[in-house]
């Protein structure tokens, strides 16, 4: 069983649509981790979390460290939000990763 | 400020060839890891650091070599190349946790062939 897991692998939505991606760990972390990666491209960090909620713009992250869940919530979704997005925990001073969820809005 | 830098972005390699792929980091970060991602299996760590002077293995380490003399210094040593190290690998960096609000930074990634 992978140390963090992601739910659904793909996903695909029309523009506007609200949109969850859920992440489970099994290991102790320091925090966890939501990363974005657009196709052939870099990997660019965008919530780091040790407890409660955060939001950015449309995006929002929570975590549960009693049930060791997270969730990455993106509000009224657009084609430009397609993406893989990427689940990690972090603990001394290195990364483990769930594979991701592929993204895909249409207009 | 630069963050991460990579070199080579692309790299091809004859099997049995050598080669460092470079990591550098001006954020004074202590932590610096390397990642290969492959697809199907997502990134999986190959070997880390927590400081100067200090490296550790990850899930993938073999074929691999690092050191870390500075802090801003990762440099990652393929020894003898094989297809199966045909990737794209990503160094990234961050401060120890609870020193930051921010998360890690990565490179751009290295996309290796070899052939």
């Known amino acids: 069983k992978n140390e963090v897991e992601q739910s659904p692998q793909n996903l695909t939505a029309q523009e506007g649509e609200f949109i969850t991606i859920n992440c489970s760990y099994s290991?102790?972390?320091?925090?966890l981790h939501w990363l974005q990666q657009h196709p052939g491209g870099g990997i660019v960090s965008l919530f780091m979390?040790?407890?409660g909620k955060k939001k950015h713009g449309r995006l929002i992250a929570t975590i549960n460290i009693q049930e060791k869940h997270s969730s990455l919530h993106i509000t009224a979704s657009h084609p430009r939000d397609s993406a893989v997005y990427i689940c990690?925990?972090?603990?001394?001073?290195?990364?483990?990763f769930g594979t991701g969820t592929r993204l895909q809005v249409f207009p | 400020n630069a963050g991460v830098t990579q070199t080579p972005k692309f790299q091809v390699l004859k099997t049995g060839q050598s080669m460092t792929l470079q990591c550098a980091q001006d954020?004074?970060?202590?932590?610096m890891s390397w990642y290969r991602q492959d697809p199907g299996m997502g990134l999986r760590l190959i070997h880390y650091?927590?400081?100067?002077?200090?490296?550790d293995q990850g899930e993938v380490p073999n074929g691999y070599n690092v050191s870390r003399s500075t802090t801003e210094d990762f440099p990652l040593r393929l020894l003898s190349a094989a297809p199966s190290q045909t990737s794209v690998y990503f160094c990234?960096?961050?401060?120890?946790?609870?020193?930051?609000?921010?998360?890690?930074?990565f490179g751009s990634g290295t996309r290796l062939t070899v052939v």
């Open positions: 990234a960096s961050s401060p120890p946790h609870g020193t930051t609000i921010y998360g890690y930074t």
């Open positions: 290991v102790g972390i320091s925090a």
């Open positions: 979390l040790s407890s």
């Open positions: 990690a925990v972090s603990g001394a001073g290195k990364l483990i």
């Open positions: 954020m004074n970060h202590e932590y």
């Open positions: 650091s927590v400081g100067a002077g200090i490296t």
